[in-house]
């Protein structure tokens, strides 16, 4: 099944300033973002994809949205999570009940993906702690190519406006 994106907002975002803020994002982070996902940055500015649902323990969720740039700049500075982000991960999506999507960034697990129930309590404490990530995939790519639908179309059903039909695209992933 091919993968289709539609902006978050009105419309696409300029490639140029896409770009030059994905930059200062790895200003931000002191490193590069991994491949794919970077690129996925640069050409789509975030988005939401369909196919959308994905398996996290033995329930199915619906990424309803892979963050832009600016919203995962905004989600670093600690006003939305506070303390509770895990260390050496990037949010990078979110399903519509408070599961978060991230991106590793320590080395030994740099570009997997994992989903974490959403909490401001400090991250490291009893009730915030590594027993909380669910791996999803070993990099953007292999998440990404999981998403999948209901026979009964469930996800096309969650995904589908008649703005996001006007403006979706092809989604392709660049190595």
């Not at 490639?15 to 690129?39: D, H, I, N």
């Amino acid at each position: 099944m091919p993968w289709i994106i539609a902006p978050n907002d009105a419309d696409w975002a300029s490639p140029e300033e896409t770009k030059a803020e994905v930059l200062r994002l790895e200003e931000t982070l002191g490193g590069r973002l991994t491949e794919p996902f970077r690129s996925f940055l640069e050409t789509y500015n975030g988005g939401a994809v369909y196919p959308l649902i994905f398996r996290c323990g033995e329930n199915e969720y619906y990424l309803d949205r892979l963050y832009s740039v600016e919203w995962i700049q905004h989600l670093l500075q600690g006003t939305v999570f506070g303390c509770g982000l895990p260390t050496g991960f990037l949010p990078i999506g979110q399903d519509p009940g408070g599961l978060e999507i991230l991106l590793c960034l320590e080395a030994n697990r740099s570009g997997q993906i994992f989903a974490w129930p959403m909490t401001s309590e400090p991250w490291g404490g009893p009730t915030n702690s590594e027993e909380r990530l669910v791996k999803l995939g070993s990099c953007f790519r292999t998440f990404v190519q999981s998403l999948y639908d209901t026979e009964a179309s469930e996800g096309w059903e969650h995904w589908y406006t008649h703005r996001r039909r006007d403006l979706q695209r092809p989604l392709t992933l660049v190595c």
